[in-house]
């Protein structure tokens, strides 16, 4: 390995770690959703796993058309400047979306009161929220089918367009200058380090989250899902986030 090969693979491992570390999009909509949707450990990690190899794999294939058909760094990063502004208006559409769709959720879901009346007379009432974590509303069964979730699925789609801004112009394209497997292994180091790094920074918070008792915000879980997420996208079209 050439020293300039060296350095570009070192650099790649630096920058798939801090792009990522700086970007708020890369971690906090997998935490919320976590916790609002109840995802098992694996399953959070494994959609986190999954947008963030449509994440990096766009940009790995922008990055090798451009170098075989010799387009000009110039060209690719506007092309890559119109991806993101599409990725930061679906986070935003997104998550107005679930937001709305979140609130009117836990407004519909408000508590109310129940009579009980025993064997020997005695009658009681009590008050709980319409709908119980576990999804069976209190004193009722609910025999519904359940929905398919396409959150996941959502959310791929938005990483698929969003860019890895410092990929194509200060990794691949110099890269090109060494060898056509020098191309390739900073890919590969770029791509793990920022998968890697996504994992560890959802990882942590949404271990943490579980432990905390969030009665109080049970009803509106998927509210302040939907919220944090349209500010991950507003940050994304306005602060460059």
Do not use: Q
């Not at 906090?28 to 959703?33: S, T």
């Not at 915000?217 to 079209?237: D, K, P, Q």
């Amino acid at each position: 390995m050439t020293p300039g090969l060296t350095a570009l693979v070192s650099t790649a491992a630096t920058l798939g770690v801090l792009h990522t570390a700086a970007g708020p999009d890369h971690y906090l909509p997998f935490i919320v959703l976590a916790k609002a949707r109840k995802w098992s450990m694996a399953k959070t990690l494994a959609v986190t796993a999954l947008c963030g190899l449509g994440h990096v794999g766009s940009s790995i294939l922008i990055g090798a058309v451009g170098i075989l058909f010799g387009l000009g760094v110039a060209k690719l990063e506007i092309f890559e400047g119109v991806r993101g502004s599409v990725a930061a208006g679906l986070f935003i559409l997104f998550g107005l979306g679930y937001f709305l769709w979140g609130l009117a959720r836990g407004l519909r879901n408000r508590g109310h009161h129940h009579l009980h009346v025993h064997t020997d007379g005695t009658v009681h009432g009590d008050h709980s929220s319409a709908e119980g974590t576990d999804g069976v509303r209190a004193g009722h069964v609910h025999a519904e089918p359940k929905p398919v979730n396409v959150t996941p699925w959502i959310l791929f789609t938005i990483f698929v367009f969003g860019p890895c801004e410092p990929l194509i112009p200060l990794l691949m394209f110099p890269a090109a200058r060494e060898s056509t497997g020098g191309v390739v292994l900073v890919a590969a180091v770029f791509s793990l380090a920022t998968i890697a790094t996504m994992a560890m920074m959802v990882l942590l918070p949404a271990a943490g989250l579980r432990l905390l008792p969030m009665r109080f915000l049970e009803r509106y879980l998927h509210a302040v899902a939907g919220f944090t997420i349209l500010a991950c996208g507003l940050g994304m079209a306005f602060l460059g986030l």
